[in-house]
């Protein structure tokens, strides 16, 4: 069960119930309810869990709970900087360098929130690729 899942997460995590509620933003008391199938976890609830606990949404579903490496984080970032750098080509002037790292932060950030992503397992930064072309226009 779900539940479960998230409890096992948790664990493995090396968190106690109490540092948990604090990374979700969360009473312990709800989180403890959550964890012992009292009160439902919405699908919306669990990239929280997922960025919370250092692993996957669909790692969360499946039961294969395991920790993010650093080495998967840092593929992922050098992807989201490719795409940003074809989007910087094809502009008629170079972004200032802090906007260019805004976008990439906020690409990351849009990728670790975007729970379809996450639950199918395939990283596409290219799903962004408006946002960071609407934020070099501005």
Do not use: C, W
């Not at 709970?65 to 650093?70: D, E, K, L, N, P």
């Not at 408006?130 to 501005?138: H, I, N, P, S, Y």
């Amino acid at each position: 069960m779900l539940h479960n899942h998230i409890k096992d997460a948790r664990e493995r995590a090396g968190l106690t119930l109490a540092d948990a509620a604090v990374r979700l933003g969360i009473a312990k008391t709800t989180l403890f309810r959550l964890e012992r199938g009292e009160t439902p976890i919405t699908a919306s609830k669990l990239p929280l869990f997922a960025r919370a606990y250092g692993t996957t949404v669909s790692a969360l579903i499946d039961d294969r709970v395991r920790a993010r490496s650093t080495e998967e984080d840092l593929l992922e970032i050098a992807l989201v900087a490719e795409m940003i750098e074809e989007v910087i080509q094809s502009l008629n002037a170079r972004p200032n360098p802090k906007l260019v790292g805004r976008a990439v932060a906020e690409t990351v950030k849009l990728t670790r929130d975007d729970f379809d992503q996450r639950l199918s397992g395939k990283f596409d930064p290219y799903r962004y690729r408006g946002v960071v072309e609407v934020l070099f226009a501005t």
